[in-house]
């Protein structure tokens, strides 16, 4: 039996151990260097959502606005979580859009004329609504008797309500309690419709983009198709279709009056008016929707079931009834299910909150040849200036601001406008039904600023704005296309597209020349409604 040499083997012992050892420490530095390497990388962009470095330059306002993730967030219909996430930073002002760049529509929102003082402090009756006040303490029996009948009532109301799929929250005299739709309605004041810094506002168009939609029913009133919506918190929406290709013109042989009415003008409009510093429009947000789950399969609507088809092409379509548009020759369909539409916050019901229509003098004859007085006497608005409500208080400003806002979109069909009946004459107007606005960017309607150039008047806090607007810096075509691209909307097409942007410059320097002009003949064109405040 051959005998192992003991020097030999321990020597082999030594070099296996060598090799053990430089082949740990190979490793270790290996491990060491990938560590380093992963340390020093810097994270590839800013919005990886891997990256858990917090941002120093967010939004300021994005933590304030995020809408708390509720129960019915799983009941939606069409987007994924992710797809929600996105539309909720957008909606929340968190987007990209704001994050590395320099936001013109932050530094507009923050200049001392969007952050003005309230000429007055609003008394109770400056507040549309109000919740009712808790009784004076009655004695224990009655108190008693109190709960039991609110109890009754609640229970009754919530096993009525759960069947239809709507929420079961109870709401107290506690804002936190309030659905966002209940804060707008009670945010409403007699200056103006919201405060643009409610952070309600944004859970409020949050909401309808996204939550599931209960009902659809056709809408009354107007002459074009819409539907009301509803929501499982009791919030409502007035929907309005795409109804052609959102860049299509007008066709320059339609008389505005003949004109579809366009979803995303009801959108842009209400960021225009936000922008402009009114706040008179009602929150509208874009939507994408399926016509069939989300209104053929739930409308209990028989005069709206009854008009829906499958087009030659195999899309969903219907017309429903209306005095316009509403036929087989005009069917909204869908691709071949998924709809565009707008959806507008719906005011406080007319039982708790009457509103008063008004014509405007200013009213198109809505005829292909006669002429309305405006467009025959240079000296109408002296007429109109002695006539109530003109006479008196701010409604001519009013109207004059609604007057800008229309030229800019170049809407001619403001045949009539509203105020609430609650305030009198001595409130805001509301600018409602926008639709046909934004038809043509590459002309302009002068016959919209009439009232401008026949009165020559305007607040000093409009022409203010509208100057600041005006400022490269500050560019309205820019806050604009940066509004809008909160809408989730904005994710399929720009909202607006860049010749529309591009006419809102133009339009501007248009109304401001109209003010020089006005300035030429006159002293008084300029009402100082700051007092002698100087925000420069
Ligand atoms: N957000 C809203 N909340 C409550 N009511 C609304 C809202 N928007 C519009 N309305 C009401 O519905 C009516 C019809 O709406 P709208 O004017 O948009 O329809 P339309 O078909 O375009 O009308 P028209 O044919 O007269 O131009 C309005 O007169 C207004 O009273
Ligand atoms: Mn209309």
């Not at 899309?315 to 069917?331: A, D, L």
């Not at 800008?404 to 069909?413: A, G, K, R, T």
């Not at 039904?433 to 409009?462: K, V, W, Y």
């Not at 909160?486 to 401001?512: G, K, N, T």
């Amino acid at each position: 039996m051959k005998r192992q040499n003991p020097a030999l083997s321990t020597r082999s012992i030594c070099l296996a151990l060598a090799g053990l050892s430089l082949a740990l420490h190979l490793l270790l530095a290996f491990f060491c260097l990938s560590v380093l390497q992963n340390v020093c990388v810097l994270p590839t962009s800013s919005s990886s959502s891997s990256s858990s470095i917090p941002r120093a330059d967010t939004h300021p306002s994005a933590s304030s606005h995020e809408a708390a993730p509720t129960p019915q967030d799983e009941n939606r219909g069409g987007m994924s979580h992710r797809e929600d996430k996105e539309t909720e930073k957008k909606l929340t002002g968190a987007g990209g859009v704001n994050q590395r760049t320099h936001s013109k529509l932050d530094a507009l929102f923050k200049h001392l004329l969007y952050n003005l003082p309230p000429a007055t402090v609003l008394q109770e009756d400056d507040w549309l609504l109000r919740l009712k006040r808790d009784e004076e303490p009655r004695d224990t029996e009655s108190k008693e008797e109190e709960r039991e009948s609110t109890v009754t009532d609640d229970s009754q109301w919530q096993s009525a309500s759960q069947d239809k799929g709507y929420d079961k929250d109870i709401w107290t005299s506690n804002t936190e309690t309030h659905p966002p739709w209940l804060q707008f309605h009670l945010g409403i004041s007699r200056w103006q419709l919201y405060d643009r810094k409610d952070p309600s506002l944004a859970q409020l168009t949050h909401y309808m983009a996204t939550q599931r939609i209960l009902g659809a029913v056709q809408k009354a009133g107007g002459t074009q198709l819409k539907l009301l919506i509803s929501f499982p918190n009791y919030g409502q929406a007035l929907l309005k279709p795409i109804r052609q290709s959102r860049d299509a013109e007008t066709d320059v042989n339609l008389y505005y009056f003949s004109d579809f009415e366009r979803h995303n003008a009801e959108i842009a409009a209400f960021h225009l008016d936000r922008v402009l510093g009114f706040n008179r429009i009602p929150p509208v947000v874009g939507r994408l929707i399926n016509i069939t789950t989300e209104i053929r399969e739930i409308t209990t609507d028989q005069r709206l079931s009854r008009t829906f088809f499958t087009s030659p092409a195999g899309n969903i379509c219907f017309y429903g009834q209306c005095e316009y548009y509403c036929s087989t020759e005009h069917p909204v369909c869908g691709q071949p299910h998924m709809l565009e539409v707008s959806l507008a916050a719906m005011l406080p019901d007319l039982s708790l909150a009457p509103r008063r229509s008004w014509r405007s003098p200013w009213r198109r004859s809505y005829s292909r040849t006669k002429l309305a007085q405006w467009e025959k006497d240079p000296s109408f608005c002296d007429r109109v200036k002695q006539t109530s409500p003109y006479s008196a208080g701010s409604r001519l400003l009013d109207l004059i601001d609604l007057v800008v806002l229309d030229f800019l979109m170049s809407n001619m069909d403001r045949h009539h406008y509203e105020t609430f009946e609650k305030f009198g004459n001595e409130t805001f107007l509301l600018h409602l039904d926008n639709g046909r606005a934004f038809g043509r960017h590459s002309q302009d309607e002068p016959s919209i600023l009439a009232p401008l150039q026949q009165c020559c008047r305007m607040r000093r806090s409009t022409y203010l704005r509208l100057h600041l607007l005006s400022r490269p810096d500050l560019r309205l075509s820019d806050v604009m296309r940066e509004s809008l691209a909160q809408d989730p909307l904005s994710d399929v097409a720009p909202l607006l597209s860049e010749p529309h942007l591009a006419a809102l410059d133009r339009r501007l320097a248009a109304v401001l020349q109209a003010v020089r002009t006005c300035q030429e003949r006159r002293s008084d064109v300029i009402y100082d409604d700051l007092k002698g405040f100087d925000p420069d």
